[in-house]
């Protein structure tokens, strides 16, 4: 397959290309700067010519602006603005250049695990609801914005992406110096679920949707068992062989980070990924520990 790739050169898309490479298949880059050899220009705020599509089998849109930061409204407008925006054009230049060629046949487009907003103990699958706050907001418009290529015949998937586990970036980076010091412990209460998916099985999850026909609309791109952020910090301790004594507060981590630590670290979504089990996906690491492991080896 030849595979357009946006956001190619972050933690997801450059794991995805070595990925396809390895594969066999061929990954091309979607880049905002002066294109190298082999690579496609865009502008994510202007109109794509639908004929650079053309020639390709699939595309993978990881680009939008990074989440991290005191969410100012600024902030927070460049964040859904980055996602929409690039989607919405994304989407539209498919449907063209699949009703004139037939190609791309797949938009795999990234989402969030943060659609479900927060729910407590509730299992969360495909089929459960949109919940409340702004990640959860992000993450409808973002997905609508993919309406277009799937009006068109164009088979659209939105990757409800969990916690994802690796050491050199995501949740599990910033983590790391305070554990290895013996200075971590649970997050505000650690009652909230965190659910989390190993790197490997992201990616892994990624090229399975890319090759199977049956899987389209939402995806959650989680493991199959959820954690309590408690049991998440015990199983990071033991596998740094550190303890885990130094609680966080909630009232610190609203002090210190605002909302954006509020809806990143005290919310409790339990999500699984029934599509991707229905449909035959064998998780590489469906144990935390061994995912831990496997991360930090990385």
Not at 141 to 170: I, M, P, Y
Not at 222 to 237: D, Q
Request: net charge positive; with cysteine.
């Amino acid at each position: 397959m030849r595979i357009l790739i946006s956001g190619a050169s972050g933690l997801l898309g450059s794991a995805l290309t070595r990925a396809l490479r390895a594969a066999g298949h061929r990954p091309v880059a979607l880049v905002r700067r002066a294109p190298r050899a082999g690579e496609v220009q865009w502008d994510p705020n202007q109109p794509l010519d639908p004929a650079k599509l053309a020639g390709f089998d699939a595309i993978v849109h990881l680009a939008g602006k990074n989440i991290a930061g005191r969410w100012t409204e600024d902030l927070k407008r460049e964040v859904l603005q980055s996602r929409v925006h690039g989607t919405l054009t994304l989407a539209t230049a498919a449907a063209r250049s699949y009703r004139e060629t037939g190609h791309p046949r797949v938009f795999l487009c990234s989402s969030g695990a943060g659609y479900y907003g927060d729910r407590g103990d509730e299992l969360l699958t495909e089929e459960s609801s949109a919940g409340q706050g702004f990640l959860a907001e992000v993450c409808q418009q973002w997905e609508a914005a993919t309406a277009a290529a799937d009006e068109a015949g164009v088979r659209v998937v939105n990757l409800r992406t969990g916690v994802v586990l690796a050491r050199e970036g995501g949740a599990l980076k910033p983590m790391l110096p305070p554990f290895r010091l013996g200075l971590g412990g649970r997050i505000g209460s650690g009652k909230q679920y965190w659910s989390w998916i190993a790197l490997d099985d992201e990616i892994g999850a990624m090229q399975f949707i890319l090759q199977n026909e049956s899987l389209r609309g939402p995806v959650n791109a989680v493991g199959p068992t959820p954690v309590r952020n408690a049991e998440f910090v015990h199983a990071l301790g033991e596998v740094l062989h550190r303890p885990v004594i130094f609680p966080l507060p909630a009232w610190v981590i609203k002090t210190l980070l605002g909302e954006m630590g509020e809806e990143l670290l005290l919310t409790s979504a339990r999500v699984v990924p029934a599509k991707l089990s229905a449909a035959g996906y064998r998780f590489a690491h469906s144990e935390l520990q061994d995912a831990l492991r496997t991360a930090l080896r990385q």
